[in-house]
């Protein structure tokens, strides 16, 4: 009879959490069609194609992971700038393009 009971429960706890999958999809659309239609120019892309990008000096990548999470792994080219980090601070950008 409790294994029952547990098992019931994880199927409610199952289908709540694939009901706020569903609600957060709608919300994440609902914005993205919100900044594109303020023309905030928010361009999605494939792991592959940010690489290619990187590679050819397209775009720079800021990681404002804590450090030791950027150490611990990162894509290669992306910058260390954690959140509440100055830019500042030590740290120097490409001038190869307009900010």
């Given at each position: 009879?409790?294994?029952?009971?547990?098992?019931?429960?994880?199927?409610?706890?199952?289908?709540?959490?694939?009901?706020?999958?569903?609600?957060?999809?709608?919300?994440?659309?609902?914005l993205?069609?919100?900044?594109?239609?303020?023309?905030?120019?928010?361009?999605?892309?494939?792991?592959?194609?940010?690489?290619?990008?990187?590679?050819?000096?397209?775009?720079?990548?800021?990681?404002?992971?804590?450090?030791?999470?950027?150490?611990?792994?990162?894509?290669?080219?992306?910058?260390?700038?954690?959140?509440?980090?100055?830019?500042?601070?030590?740290?120097?950008f490409?001038?190869?393009?307009?900010?």
């Amino acid at each position: 009879m409790a294994n029952a009971k547990i098992f019931q429960a994880w199927a409610l706890i199952r289908e709540l959490a694939f009901e706020q999958l569903t609600v957060m999809e709608e919300l994440r659309r609902a914005l993205r069609e919100q900044e594109r239609a303020k023309g905030a120019g928010i361009e999605e892309l494939t792991l592959a194609e940010l690489v290619r990008q990187l590679d050819r000096g397209e775009v720079v990548l800021l990681d404002v992971r804590p450090a030791e999470e950027y150490e611990k792994g990162h894509i290669q080219g992306a910058l260390s700038l954690p959140l509440g980090r100055s830019i500042s601070a030590g740290r120097s950008f490409p001038r190869t393009r307009n900010w």
